[in-house]
Every structure is written in C-alpha cells, then in structure tokens.
C-alpha cells in the first residue's frame, strides 16, 4: 500500500503539478496513436511543452507587475489585510500528501468517467487541478472535521472528477462561440463568471454592433486596437494614479521599496512607467506561447480522441481564449478591477471587512469572462463579464475567509470565482442550518425554480401551432447545430 502511495504521489508532483511536461506527455502519446514518425513526435512534444514555458514566462513578467500593482493599491486605500488563526502554510503541511493523493485518484476516476459514459472533454489544467484539490480539502476538513486519510481521497477525489467532468461540459456552448470550434473546451475554474457573462450578457448588447475587435476610433486614437499599446497606456495610467494617492498619503517609503524590489537605482515614477511597459510586453509573449502549444496539442490530441477515448477532447486553461478577443480581455480586467475597488472602499467604510486587491484574479478570470461576454454582446457584454467577476471575488472574499477560519482562510484572497462556490457547496451540505448555508439553499431553489419556467416556457415556444404550413413547422422546429469550423486563430494579437 505504501508503494502504490508513493507511485501516485510521484505522479502528481511530477506530471499534474508539471503542466508542461503533462502538455508534452499527452502530445506525444496523441501524435503516437496516430503513427506519427518519432521525429514528428519528438518535435511536436517539445514545441508543446516549449509554447507552455513561453506562456509561462509571459505570466512571469507581467505578475510581478500586477504583484506590485496590488500593493500599490492597498497602500492607496491604506488598507491592511484580514488576519487568521490558522494558515494555508500549516494546512499544506498537514494534509499535502493528502492533496496530491486527490488529484492523482480524481483524475483517474475522471478520465474513467468521460470513457465509460462517452462524455468528451479530458481536462488537462494541470495547477488548476492541484488548487481545486486544496480547495476541496479545505472544505472537506473544515465541515466535517477529522476523518480517515483515504476517507478523505477517496471522497475529495469524487468531488474533483465529478467538477473536472462536468465544467467543461456547461462551458462548451459558450466556448464554441468563443472559438468557433470544438476541438478543445474551457477548463478552468472562472467557468462560473465565464457562463453568467454569455448568460446575462445578449440583454445589454450584440457581437454584431459592438465586437471590440471592430471598434471604430477616431483616426487619432486608432493606435489603441494595437493591444500592446493599449495595455501599455492604460496599465500606465492606472499604475501612476494609485503611485499619486499612495503619494499624497505620505507613504513614498512604500514606492521607493517596491521600485527597489525592481532595480536598487531606479526612481519609483520610472519604475511605474516600467512596470506598465512590462506588463504589455508579458502579455505578447503569453499570447504567443499560446498559440504556439495549441498549434501542437489540438491536433495531436486527435490520437487520444480516435484510439484511447473515442470522441474526447482537451480542457485546457483560459489563456487559450484570449488570442481570439484580446481587446476584450482587457475591457474585462479593467471592468473586473473597477467593480472590486469600489466594493473595497465600500466594505471598508461599513466596516464589514478589509477586501485584499487579488490582481492575478482579476486579470485572468476577469479577461475570460470579457472574452465571453464579447463573444455574445461585444464591449458592452465583456464589460458585463468583468463586473461579473469582481463582483465575485469581492464578495467570495468576504464569505469564504470565515468560511475556512480553521483551515486555510488565505484561499479566499487567492480564489476564482468556482473555489467560492465549491466551499459554499460543500459547506452547505456539511453545515446546512448556518446563515450561509440557507442563503445557498436559497439560492439553489431560486436557480431550480427559474430554469424550470425557462425550460417551460422554451417547450412552448416549440410547440408547432396547427395552422403553420409544413414549411413554416420545419423551420420552427429544426435547430441545427452551429458549424464546427477548424480555429481560427488571430495571428496578430492586435488584430
């Protein structure tokens, strides 16, 4: 037992943990499933898991910014973080074995699950698999208190592999609006911010009228469709506005500490202007290993889809939208950003508590949910997707940080809007009388009841009236399937 223990711990700190390596294992065993030459399938695995490390360094140069960007924030509200009893270091410590064991059993019940019920989407998105893990288990503890180590694998495994399974699935719709295609799902857990932005997004707009990547700017402002230069400008902004608040506080200490983070000689303005610069060019390098990896992983995953588990195909994490709409990406971070800082000072002033600026949050969950409220209602449903997403995070900060007081309440400061509902989920069924728990239970009945008449009133209108001629019948009721066209994905980020 112990042997097979430590195989399945190696396995998720060593590949699920690894998501480059997971990326290039599962293009390589797609490009041999389709008796590819061992060149192609040498070549193919690298370039794979090369285009997530370029993705990765994207990420790496601009959160740094977005790291110091937050501080810069708190320190313009003079906002001190929420304090706790017990820490996500501690919690690591006592139950990281226990956490890899989740993610290596869950995602074998997942995969069994999409090949024995012929379902379709594998998701592969690796680090997001380890936090939702950590995230169960945390709740798991918290709710229901001590239990047995393999009791709580084996029943956080079922709850992972069930959220694996099934998110892709309700994303897919959207997704294929997004991209144009099926050949790969969205997997990650902003899904819920994602989904309410296609969802409440058509009623303040349409894609047609207002897709942000056809706005029309007077000729002075055109530079603003080059997204770089866009990103560049308005980050600057932002950034040297929270550097003058922080400023006219008196607190200069804190500028020139993280201008010297950055260079020990640097001045904190120029520091400002090079932060925002950085973050542009972050995200250039992010969208290209983007498209780099999916040029290798989409159509090499058609092994897995033909020989191992019929008909599948991956989830994967949600940068793989953003090239389709980086316009929109950034009218849902700022969206996103703008609604989270006026709840802050909002909750500050009630005296409610003290909201931590989650910046990493509100870009990715932020920009995907732009994406897909501009693939329903353009600008004005990505704007809808951002706020969306604030909204989340503001107020999941809020609940989950006494949620999880006795395991790792500094998750609530670094969740996507799935690990609140996640927590409220599992919490709900552990602690059904509390406040938070009728609430969710209210919410819950709300939501039944609601797609109920939806569905109700959607059976009405297929209902063919008997005067309709045949013709007029067939039109009514035939609704065929969009087609699936191959991705188009912009070679300019630009565009």
């Known amino acids: ?16 943990n690894e998501v480059a390596i997971l990326i290039g294992l599962i293009t390589a065993t797609g490009l041999i499933l389709l008796r590819k030459p061992l060149e192609d399938v040498i070549s193919g695995a690298l370039r794979a898991t090369i285009g997530i490390y370029v993705l990765f360094i994207g990420v790496n140069v601009f959160v740094g910014g977005l790291v110091a960007f937050q501080t810069i924030v708190a320190g313009a509200f003079d906002l001190a973080p929420p304090t706790a009893t017990a820490s996500m270091a501690d919690f690591l410590v006592d139950q990281g074995s226990t956490i890899a064991l989740i993610i ?11 090949r024995v ?9 690796g680090h997001l698999m380890f936090w939702m893990s950590v995230v169960v288990t945390a709740a798991l503890v918290q709710g229901f208190g001590d239990m047995s180590q393999w009791t709580l694998v084996l029943l956080g495994s079922a709850i992972v592999a069930t959220y694996w399974t099934l998110q892709p699935m309700y994303m897919a719709p959207l997704m294929r609006k997004v991209i144009g295609s099926d050949q790969w799902a969205y997997g990650h857990t902003s899904s819920s911010a994602a989904w309410l932005a296609g969802k409440i997004g058509p009623a303040f707009g349409n894609k047609e009228e207002h897709d942000t990547e ?12 080059d997204v770089n230069v866009s990103t560049a400008l308005v980050i600057g902004i932002i950034m040297l506005l929270a550097m003058a608040a922080v400023a006219i506080r008196g607190n200069t200490e804190l500028l020139a500490e993280q201008a010297a983070a950055y260079s020990a000689t640097i001045n904190p303005w120029v520091w400002g202007v090079v932060s925002a610069l950085r973050f542009a060019a972050g995200i250039a390098i992010l969208l290209f290993g983007v498209r780099m990896f999916l040029a290798e992983i989409v159509p090499a995953f058609k092994g897995v889809s033909e020989r191992l588990i019929p008909g599948s195909a991956p989830a994967l994490d949600c940068p ?12 849902g971070f700022l969206s996103s950003t703008i609604v989270f800082l006026v ?31 501009n693939a329903v209602a353009g600008w004005r449903g990505a704007a809808v997707g951002g706020a969306i997403n604030g909204l989340f995070l503001a107020f999941g900060q809020w609940a989950m940080w006494g949620m999880l007081s006795d395991t790792a309440p500094e ?18 069924v552990a602690e059904p009388f509390t406040l938070q728990a009728l609430l969710g239970w209210g919410a819950l009945a709300f939501i039944l009841v609601a797609g109920a008449f939806y569905l109700r009133d959607r059976r009405e209108v297929l209902v063919i009236p008997e005067t309709e001629t ?10 065929p399937d969009e087609e699936l066209l191959p991705p188009k994905i912009p070679a300019d980020s630009s565009s």
């Open 1 to 16: 037992m112990q042997v097979f223990e430590e195989v399945l711990l190696w396995v998720a700190n060593n590949i699920f």
């Open 104 to 114: 290596t059993v869950g995602f074998f019940f997942h995969a069994l699950a999409v």
């Open 117 to 125: 019920f012929r379902l379709k989407y594998i998701y592969l998105t």
């Open 214 to 225: 056809k706005l029309h700017l007077p000729k002075k402002l055109s530079f603003f469709k």
């Open 320 to 331: 793989t939208v953003f090239p389709f709409a980086p316009t929109a990406v950034m009218v």
């Open 343 to 373: 709840l802050m000072g909002v909750f500050a002033a009630a005296g409610w508590f003290v909201l931590v600026p989650p910046m990493i949050m509100l870009f990715f969950p932020g920009g995907a949910a732009g994406v897909f409220g």
């Open 411 to 428: 998750l609530a400061t670094l969740a996507d809007p799935d690990w609140y509902l996640m927590v409220w989920l599992i919490l709900m």
């Open 470 to 479: 045949a013709a007029a019948a067939a039109e009514l009721t035939t609704r």
